[in-house]
Structures are given as structure tokens and as C-alpha cells.
């Protein structure tokens, strides 16, 4: 079950890694605010700071190897898809670690499986925004991504 477990979370983790590498950087910059909120990359190095902080109450030590992304930072798409990789496999660490500690996660009381179900939620809503906002401001989406975020199974 851990190995599944993990396995969700790296499924979840190449649909993240396949919108960053689909989406160009036009797109990238996309919003639906009128008042100031987040572009379709803005919410993705949202998804990758929610995951760290996470990481940070659950495990300081683990966060350590890791780095926040800074929100008023210039865009850099290579940065951002690499530290996609570097905070699922964050997340990977402290699967295998609570797993052997009975699913307990400091600071998230309902455990382990709970907690990856959230972080899977929060991406999906945040994938699903993104897709939402490429459409309704008029970018294309690549026949890849589009069928290609369902393809869990390949």
C-alpha cells in the first residue's frame, strides 16, 4: 500500500510536470483577475510553496533541503519545473517516514493518507483553475495536456 500510495503521488507530481512543460510561457502569464491575483504561474508556485510548508510542520528537517519559491520573484519556468521535483520528492520522504511511523504526521492530526489526499485535492483544484484560465483568456490547450492529465493509468 505505501508503494501505491507513493505511486499517486508521483502520477499526480508528471501531471504537474506535463502542465508545466505544455503551457507556454505566454500562456504562463495568464490571469482571469481584473484586481491583481495570481497568473496560471503564480498559482503553480503556489501548489509548490502549500507543499513545503506542509513539509515544514511535519518535518523541519526534511524542509531544510529544500527552498521556498519567492512570490515577487521574475518568472523562471526552469525553476519552477525543478522545484516541482524537488518538492514531490520532499512529499516522497515524508510519505516513506510517516508510513513507518504508522501514518502520524506532526501537525496534521488525521494522519498520513489524509494528508496526501489534501495536497492532491489542493493541486487538482489549482490544475483545474489554471486549465480554466488558459481557456476562458483564449489560449490554446495541447490535445497532450488536455487528455494527457487523465492518463493516471499509463
Known sequence: M?????????????????????????????????RGGRTVYQQLLHVHNVRLGWIEVAAKDIFSKYKLL???????????????????????????????KGGKVKGF??????????LLAHEGH????AVLTLKQTGVKIPDTLKWGLWEWNK
Not at 85 to 95: F, G, R
Not at 109 to 118: A, F, H, S, T, V
Open 2 to 34: 505505501k508503494e501505491q500510495l507513493i505511486e499517486a503521488w508521483r502520477i499526480n507530481n508528471r501531471m504537474n510536470l506535463l502542465f508545466i512543460d505544455s503551457v507556454t510561457d505566454e500562456g504562463m502569464q495568464r490571469t482571469l483577475s481584473t
Open 70 to 100: 519567492d512570490k515577487e520573484a521574475p518568472y523562471d519556468k526552469k525553476r519552477l519545473r525543478k522545484s516541482f521535483e524537488e518538492s514531490s520528492k520532499a512529499v516522497e520522504e515524508l510519505i516513506d517516514r510517516s508510513w513507518d
Open 109 to 118: 492530526n488525521k494522519g498520513l493518507i489524509p494528508l496526501i489526499g489534501y
Open 126 to 129: 489549482h490544475r483545474g483553475h
